[in-house]
């Protein structure tokens, strides 16, 4: 399929939906999934001209719509790097050559993505019901294959997912979808069948006779069994015959769906989504400022504090600046239930010789206790928080480049779940 067609093909599609930013970017955003489905041979100078052009008409219709100045300004940023992340990844084109024709570069000057999109979604969730929209167009943006930092990282896509889906739940629990049938108005006939008195054949008392004594064998096998296997267990823990093991059961991530709006089940999980709006709602300011995230991970909650909040580097003393951001954080943990886990993560870069810490683990360890030393009196019970310490095991970008180290440097304070088991 040639580029031209690609670019005909976007534009003739039209949507008049209630979201004004997703009906504004319609074109664009059909045009970038196209380019990851589809082959062609790209031009990268006629395609930075045609995304270009799909980015000045998204502007002034988005204007036209009244979207809000603040509103339209983090969209066309997020689509720029949403489209200079797809383009420079794409078969034919590669960063090197993208880089001569970035959205970034050509509209704000930026000649290298860092976490622009992401810095612009924390503070969106920290107000979705207000500026549902935005995040909307966001999650479509990821949908698509925006990646940013977390591209080629490892554990990457791991790290991404829950990010994806947290968003998606923000939606839904905003904007609750309407539960539909398939046909609202359909009515069945009233039409009458005369009954015939029902008799059971022979054959099925048979069978239901035959399946309940198999059933009642099974049972009594498996009781016995199990009986025998607990004495056994019993009789091999006075004198075991192999190693101790510690065996962990896998985690599965959820896969997500095609076409999630038709497999999305009723909306049950309140108490946590309650419970997760409580606490960005206190932190709002500071996850407005960057200096921090809110989101959901498996059975918890957790408030990721960026390092350059924290410490200085090479050092395990919290800044001054920390002190009211600790009073806010503990402020909003100490109404909740539940032990805090307190956990320190690091680069890959080794200390130096003349540190006072001879090992990663070790910085990662005292800088999550400077971190709960700085909790603890809001807290108030210091016996609800833990400490531990990760050093450089849990990266969450790629370490071989400035602005992943500066991810993966971290601490995260984490909360169970309500509604967890």
Same mark, same amino acid.
């Given at each position: 399929?040639?580029?031209?067609?690609?670019?005909?093909?976007? =534009?003739?599609?039209?949507?008049?939906?209630?979201?004004?930013?997703?009906?504004?970017?319609?074109?664009?955003?059909?045009?970038?999934?196209?380019?990851?489905?589809?082959?062609?041979?790209?031009?990268?100078?006629?395609?930075? !001209?045609?995304?270009?052009?799909?980015?000045?008409?998204?502007?002034?219709?988005?204007?036209?719509?009244?979207?809000?100045?603040?509103?339209? $300004?983090?969209?066309?940023?997020?689509?720029? =790097?949403?489209?200079?992340?797809?383009?420079?990844?794409?078969?034919?084109?590669?960063?090197?050559?993208?880089?001569?024709?970035?959205?970034?570069?050509?509209?704000?000057?930026?000649?290298?993505?860092?976490?622009?999109?992401?810095?612009?979604?924390?503070?969106?969730?920290?107000?979705?019901?207000?500026?549902?929209?935005?995040?909307?167009?966001? $999650?479509?943006?990821?949908?698509?294959?925006?990646?940013?930092?977390?591209?080629?990282?490892?554990?990457?896509? !791991?790290?991404?997912?829950?990010?994806?889906?947290?968003?998606?739940?923000?939606?839904?629990?905003?904007?609750?979808?309407?539960?539909?049938?398939?046909?609202?108005?359909?009515?069945?006939?009233?039409?009458?069948?005369?009954?015939?008195?029902?008799?059971?054949?022979?054959?099925?008392?048979?069978?239901?006779?035959?399946?309940?004594?198999?059933?009642?064998?099974?049972?009594?096998?498996?009781?016995?069994?199990?009986?025998?296997?607990?004495?056994?267990?019993?009789?091999?823990?006075?004198?075991?015959?192999?190693?101790?093991?510690?065996?962990?059961?896998?985690?599965?991530?959820?896969?997500?769906?095609? =076409?999630?709006?038709?497999?999305?089940?009723?909306?049950?999980?309140?108490?946590?989504?309650?419970?997760?709006?409580?606490?960005?709602?206190?932190?709002? !300011?500071?996850?407005?400022?960057?200096?921090?995230?809110?989101?959901?991970?498996?059975?918890?909650?957790?408030?990721?504090?960026?390092?350059?909040?924290?410490?200085?580097?090479?050092?395990?003393?919290?800044?001054?600046?920390? /002190?009211?951001?600790?009073?806010?954080?503990?402020?909003?943990?100490?109404?909740?239930?539940?032990?805090?886990?307190?956990?320190?993560?690091?680069?890959?870069?080794?200390?130096? !010789?003349?540190?006072?810490?001879?090992?990663?683990?070790?910085?990662?360890?005292?800088?999550?206790? /400077?971190?709960?030393?700085?909790?603890?009196?809001?807290?108030?019970?210091?016996?609800?928080?833990?400490?531990?310490?990760?050093?450089?095991?849990?990266?969450?970008?790629?370490?071989?480049?400035?602005?992943?180290?500066?991810?993966?440097?971290?601490?995260?304070?984490?909360?169970?779940?309500?509604? /967890?088991?």
């Amino acid at each position: 399929m040639s580029q031209e067609a690609l670019f005909e093909a976007a =534009e003739r599609v039209q949507v008049a939906g209630p979201n004004p930013l997703i009906s504004a970017a319609t074109p664009l955003l059909i045009l970038l999934g196209h380019l990851r489905t589809v082959t062609v041979e790209p031009d990268a100078a006629v395609l930075a !001209q045609h995304v270009c052009e799909c980015i000045d008409e998204f502007e002034w219709k988005a204007a036209e719509a009244g979207v809000t100045e603040d509103d339209a $300004h983090i969209a066309k940023y997020a689509l720029c =790097e949403t489209a200079d992340d797809i383009v420079a990844n794409l078969p034919g084109i590669g960063p090197d050559i993208w880089a001569q024709h970035s959205m970034l570069s050509r509209f704000y000057g930026v000649d290298a993505p860092g976490n622009g999109f992401f810095e612009a979604l924390n503070s969106v969730l920290a107000d979705p019901a207000e500026r549902g929209d935005l995040l909307e167009l966001m $999650h479509a943006c990821m949908s698509l294959g925006f990646e940013g930092p977390y591209r080629g990282a490892v554990g990457g896509e !791991q790290s991404l997912e829950p990010v994806r889906q947290d968003i998606y739940a923000a939606l839904r629990y905003f904007r609750p979808l309407a539960n539909d049938g398939i046909s609202p108005h359909w009515q069945g006939l009233a039409a009458t069948v005369g009954q015939r008195p029902y008799r059971l054949p022979p054959w099925a008392i048979a069978a239901f006779a035959l399946a309940l004594v198999t059933a009642a064998f099974f049972w009594m096998r498996g009781d016995v069994t199990n009986d025998g296997d607990a004495l056994a267990a019993t009789l091999l823990a006075l004198t075991p015959a192999t190693p101790v093991v510690i065996e962990r059961s896998d985690f599965a991530l959820p896969v997500e769906h095609a =076409e999630p709006v038709e497999k999305v089940e009723p909306f049950e999980a309140a108490p946590t989504m309650a419970q997760i709006y409580r606490i960005r709602a206190a932190l709002a !300011q500071d996850i407005g400022a960057g200096g921090l995230t809110v989101a959901a991970k498996g059975e918890f909650i957790v408030v990721e504090i960026n390092n350059e909040l924290l410490f200085e580097p090479g050092k395990a003393e919290t800044k001054p600046e920390f /002190a009211p951001v600790a009073a806010r954080i503990a402020a909003a943990f100490a109404g909740e239930p539940g032990p805090i886990k307190i956990v320190g993560h690091t680069d890959n870069v080794k200390p130096r !010789q003349s540190s006072a810490y001879k090992s990663n683990y070790d910085l990662s360890v005292a800088r999550a206790e /400077a971190v709960a030393k700085a909790l603890a009196p809001g807290i108030g019970d210091a016996a609800r928080i833990a400490v531990e310490g990760k050093g450089e095991d849990v990266p969450i970008a790629n370490n071989a480049t400035a602005d992943g180290r500066a991810l993966n440097r971290r601490v995260d304070v984490m909360i169970r779940q309500e509604d /967890a088991p």
